[in-house]
């Protein structure tokens, strides 16, 4: 069984930055597709950005330009470097995923962190 574990999240001001990290417990070389979602107060979980094992990379139209996904050498970690905080960015952020290919449907991806905290306020 995979574990993710989430670290980074907090407080921040708008226009501030933060990185999220995702590492997982073992070995994830069968994993295709890592990602985060986000799910703010009152609101669908939502897909922030993904990214495979190649290093293919997509985003919500609402992060572009602002929130970068990347990972390491070993496949054993993502993060999101998170710039020009916004008070709507303000939401628990969870590590997944999935060992098909890219999918934006929530059920579709089989493991997901526990989340981390990121507000955004003055």
């Known amino acids: 069984q995979v574990q993710l574990v989430e670290a980074g999240g907090g407080l921040v001001q708008p226009g501030g930055s933060l990185r999220l990290s995702c590492a997982t417990s073992?070995?994830?070389?069968?994993?295709?597709?890592m990602g985060w979602y986000r799910q703010a107060p009152e609101k669908q979980r939502e897909l922030v950005a993904t990214?495979?094992?190649?290093?293919?990379?997509t985003y919500a139209d609402s992060v572009k330009g602002r929130f970068t996904i990347f990972r390491n050498n070993a496949w054993d970690t993502i993060y999101l470097q998170m710039n020009s905080l916004k008070p709507e960015d303000t939401a628990d952020y969870y590590c997944?995923?999935?060992?098909?290919?890219?999918?934006?449907?929530?059920?579709?991806?089989?493991?997901w962190g526990q989340g981390t905290q990121v507000t955004v306020s003055s």
């Open positions: 997944t995923a999935r060992y098909g290919y890219y999918s934006g449907k929530e059920t579709e991806y089989r493991y």
């Open positions: 073992q070995s994830i070389f069968d994993i295709y597709l």
């Open positions: 990214i495979s094992k190649g290093g293919t990379t």
